[in-house]
């Protein structure tokens, strides 16, 4: 609501919290029902009047306290304090700062790395390499963890030092009264934020920020704006109040808003972490595992099985099938390594980062947590606060449902109000009405008297002289519907026909101002607001949201994007609908807070799913909403600027603050807008997805092509009297294969892959594994068919050095054939430029075909081969490339199936979704989801 005089507003905040505990204000211990805040412990605090009682112990009952018994309690008067009790008070309870979130140093992010359960698998297969004297395999193991774990914690402690530049000052100083000694008079002065304590006597003007929580003492039309805290887009009316009900807080101005309008005087009664603005910070519980947590995890426990199982069963079967003993240890550890990713920490950071650091670069977008990057391309739902995000805060006039000659007068008004009463600011209603108005419709007049608004009466006058009119002076009135009204000259039926008229236009979720006007003979005496009677009505003035500039492009572009936005805010219903309507969102049946208060956990996912808009919510409301929907399936983000959201940017998977949020909220997200620019947020989703899917292809090529080799060298294991790969040929085959592979950080996927949310399902991806991976064995095995043709002795101890190289150049050219067919990468689009996933795979090749050829083939235990092993391999090669071909355009047919159709209006993303191709694997285009990230960086 965007006024006090608007017929649909409300003083009260939908989000106080309930009234805690009564405590002494003296020693913040717990009163009884019927005692006296002040008082109950008088015995005991007789010796300590002379000194100030824990002032923001008082502040957690306001309404059992007057405005003499505040005071009282705080040892201060409107007098204020003098410079030597501010002085004691500041070293007794510190600075009016809240506490700062300690910043974590790079070396502790990537100890933090250590923790992901993956790169904690790699770290051990490099320590038990090094048991067994495996020293190469150890030291590039080891080496790719180092490497991975410095990447990620470089890019995220630069997007934690960019996020803390942006941080913005919440208010240099205040206005305070200070007295130099006990009889001296108060002066005001101008003191750094930090040095109020509790007692202080601070002056608010139009613009401040309220510096602390504060108890009013004087007020003239104060209103105030607390979006940041409540959600409410429309500024709150604060008045002193003698003797408050319980609950009430329109006596109270909190940290962390602003002044609209007015001016005032109050006392601090809260300072630093005692604030509400300080608890509202404090609240959410610690963040639950996201995406990219759910699917990292389940792939790394399905492939440590696969690595815990692959060595004992090596060595059981040497034992019982070649009475070999621990001397095969070395060989099993190569054969859990050869299973193993070891790139996998690398080429998730690496495209992670890249991702980010274009971001940055191109869009202004800030990655503060790496995998959130991969979270955006999984978000099929994006829940977003209304109030400084869809919409800014200020109202803008709706000429479609404004009366022309009301706008007129209202503009007149407000403008004569301002110059004549000589108010510092307008007020966002009267800045709307200038903005709509120009000088024709002021200029015209002369401005004669005002009586500025009152919100107690709901009105604003201006006194104005029309040209020509001798002796007349005409009365131009604004204010609420009902208060014009009863001063209007009209029958009850004309008046109570208005008034339904302006139900109606409020329940659209518009705002109204009423406008009248009364000519009356001029005088010389004062105008006050007995002369605002006999009006004659001019019409309605409407008001809504001023949609954020970007919001319409933003949403549009999300929706084209396949992810379905939900409307979370602490604001009106009917101003919420209105909002959507505007950008083109149904908003359906809206909820509100006190209609999911009534529901439980259990009812509340369904709920969710179907709801778009979510009401006067509070803080924990939006946290419920958010995390009902992740139950449901969902993975949910959460775009948020105020105090009020942060329960629910913690809830989320993943948390969207834009550049002007407030500094909590931008800390507590997982990305940071850092322009004001909400497409930025769609160019984010994209980033993501392109990340995952070149994470997706990644995993595709290696896990089949990784356990294609595993099978195969199992079964040469048990025929072979000799081992089927040397470890220095297994580390050098992996060496060349884990070095193309970074290409794939670089690859430019295709557009299909990009349209909708990308999310890896474990189970998908094991049936991916068994089918790639068996197709590549067969392949290997067929290879040891033309070995044998080949080579009639390579079977035997005395040719080791010609299976050995033949099984090598085979192993590195199916690898490069896996590198192109299994990718993700656009290959229409690139057209005959070669990218860098194509030459990767080309040096590959090349390396596979020349190294047995060169001096380094002998000192790898590699031999030349002959002219007719070529011809065959390449038959081989052929018919595993069309047999690749047919794999993936089924799999693909049978991931279209399965497209759950339940979820989100054009949310195409399913178990095995092939993203468009049809060379993949099913999982492939929603792949990407379960790779690496640490632990550790929910914290960060």
């Known amino acids: 609501m965007w006024s006090p005089w608007c017929s649909s507003w409300s003083a009260s905040s939908p989000s106080a919290p309930s009234r805690p505990v009564p405590r002494c204000a003296a020693c913040a211990g717990p009163v ?38 505040t005071l009282r309690a705080l040892g201060t008067s409107p007098r204020g304090l003098t410079g030597d009790e501010a002085e004691n008070r500041l070293v007794r309870y510190g ?30 297969l490099g320590l038990v390499s090094a048991l067994v004297a495996a020293w190469g395999t150890a030291c590039v193991i080891l ?55 509790p007692g202080d006597v601070v002056r608010l003007a139009p613009g401040d920020l309220v510096p602390a929580d ?64 300080a608890a509202v910070r404090g609240t959410g519980h610690r963040r639950a595992a996201s995406a990219f947590d759910r699917s990292v995890h389940g792939i790394s426990w399905m492939l440590i099985r696969f690595v815990l199982i692959t060595p004992p069963l090596v060595l059981m079967a040497n034992a019982a099938l070649r009475g070999r003993g621990l001397e095969t240890l070395p060989f099993a550890v190569a054969v859990a390594v050869g299973l193993t990713p070891e790139m996998l920490p690398v080429v998730v950071t690496t495209c992670l980062a890249r991702g980010a650091s274009l971001l940055a670069r191109s869009h202004g977008v800030i990655v503060r947590r790496l995998p959130a990057l991969h979270d955006l391309g999984a978000v099929d739902v994006l829940c977003v ?37 000589e108010l510092a600011d307008p007020d966002p209603l009267d800045e709307a009405l200038l903005a709509a108005t120009g000088p024709e419709d ?134 919420a609908a209105r909002a959507c309507r505007d950008l083109g969102i149904d908003p359906g049946d809206v909820v509100t807070g006190e209609q999911l208060a009534g529901l439980g956990d259990e009812d509340l996912p369904r709920l969710a799913d179907r709801t778009t808009v979510f009401a006067r919510c509070t803080p924990a409301d939006k946290a419920r909403v958010v995390s009902a929907l992740r139950a449901r399936g969902h993975t949910t983000g959460f775009l948020g600027d105020g105090v009020n959201d942060l329960p629910a940017l913690r809830a989320a998977d993943v948390g969207v603050c834009p550049r002007d949020g407030v500094d909590v909220a931008r800390r507590s997200a997982d990305v940071v807008l850092a322009e004001k620019d909400l497409t930025a947020i769609g160019h984010a989703v994209d980033a993501g997805r392109r990340s995952s899917a070149n994470i997706a292809s990644y995993l595709r090529i290696t896990f089949s092509s990784n356990l ?90 005395e040719d080791q050095a010609g299976f050995h190289a033949g099984w090598f150049t085979e192993n590195l050219l199916t690898q490069a054939l896996v590198m192109l067919l299994l990718r993700t990468g656009r290959r229409t689009a690139e057209g005959r430029t070669p990218g860098p996933v194509r030459w990767a795979a080309t040096g590959l090749a090349v390396i596979g075909l020349a190294v047995p050829l060169t001096p380094l083939g002998p000192l790898l235990g590699l031999t030349s081969l002959p002219a007719l092993y070529y011809l065959l391999l390449a038959a081989v090669l052929a018919l595993y490339a069309a047999a690749l071909l047919v794999l993936g355009r089924r799999a693909r047919g049978s991931a279209v199936g399965q497209v759950r159709a339940d979820v989100l209006i054009g949310r195409t993303c399913a178990v095995g979704h092939a993203g468009g191709q049809g060379l993949r694997g099913r999982g492939g285009g929603c792949g990407g989801g379960g790779v690496v990230r640490a632990e550790g960086d929910a914290e960060a």
């Open 385 to 421: 606060d209304k109030t400084g995000t869809l919409t800014r805060d200020e109202p803008v006039v709706d000429a479609g449902r404004t009366d022309p000659d009301a706008l007129h007068w209202a503009g007149a008004c407000a403008w004569w109000t301002l110059q004549t009463a």
């Open 95 to 124: 600075p009016n700062a809240l506490p700062a979130a300690r910043r974590v140093s790079w070396a502790r992010r990537f100890r933090q790395g250590l923790r992901d359960p993956f790169t904690a698998v790699l770290f051990c």
């Open 143 to 197: 080496a790719l963890v180092s490497v991975s774990c410095a990447l990620r914690a470089h890019g995220e402690y630069r997007a934690d030092r960019a996020g803390h530049g942006l941080r913005e000052l919440v208010a240099g100083t205040a206005s305070v009264r200070r007295r130099d000694g006990a009889g001296a008079d108060p002066q005001v002065r101008e003191i750094p934020v930090d040095d109020l304590v």
């Open 214 to 277: 504060l108890r009013l003492l004087r007020a003239h039309g104060l209103t105030v704006q607390q979006a940041a805290l409540t959600g409410e887009s429309a500024p709150v009316v604060k008045r002193p109040v003698e003797a408050p009900r319980g609950g009430d807080t329109v006596h109270l101005c909190f940290q962390g808003s602003s002044v609209a309008s007015g001016s005032g005087t109050a006392v601090v009664v809260a300072t630093g972490s005692d604030t509400r603005f």
């Open 708 to 797: 294609g080799n595993v099978i195969a060298m199992l079964v040469a294991g048990l025929l072979l009297p000799f081992l089927p790969m040397l470890p220095a040929q297994v580390l050098v085959q992996n060496l060349c294969f884990d070095a193309a592979q970074l290409a794939l950080a670089h690859d430019r996927p295709d557009p299909a892959a990009l349209r909708r949310p990308t999310l890896l399902r474990p189970r998908a991806f094991l049936r991916t594994l068994t089918g790639f991976g068996g197709l590549g064995a067969l392949a290997d095995l067929a290879t040891f068919g033309v070995i044998a043709v080949c080579l009639p002795g390579a079977f035997g101890p």
């Open 32 to 69: 009884p029902e019927d005692a006296e805040v002040a008082t109950h412990h008088p015995a005991r605090h007789a010796a300590e009047r002379s000194e100030l009682p824990a002032g923001p112990a008082l502040f957690s009952a306001p309404g059992d306290l007057t405005v003499l018994q």
């Open 442 to 575: 002021w200029e015209a007049y002369d401005g004669v008297d005002a009586l500025p608004f009152d919100p107690v009466r709901r009105l604003a006058t201006a006194v104005v002289r029309e040209p020509g009119a001798l002796g007349t002076l005409t009365l131009a009135v604004k204010g609420a519907v009902p208060e014009v009204l009863e001063r209007c000259a009209m029958s009850e039926e004309e008046r109570a026909g208005l008034l339904k008229r302006a139900a109606d236009l409020a329940a659209d979720g518009v705002r109204l101002l009423a406008v009248a006007t009364a000519r009356r003979a001029a005088r010389t005496r004062a105008w006050t607001p007995v002369d605002e009677r006999g009006l004659t009505f001019c019409g309605f003035v409407a008001f809504r949201d001023a949609l954020a500039d970007t919001a319409p492009d933003a949403v549009r572009a999300l929706t084209g994007q396949g992810v379905t936005l939900k409307v979370l805010t602490g604001d009106h219903p009917a101003t």
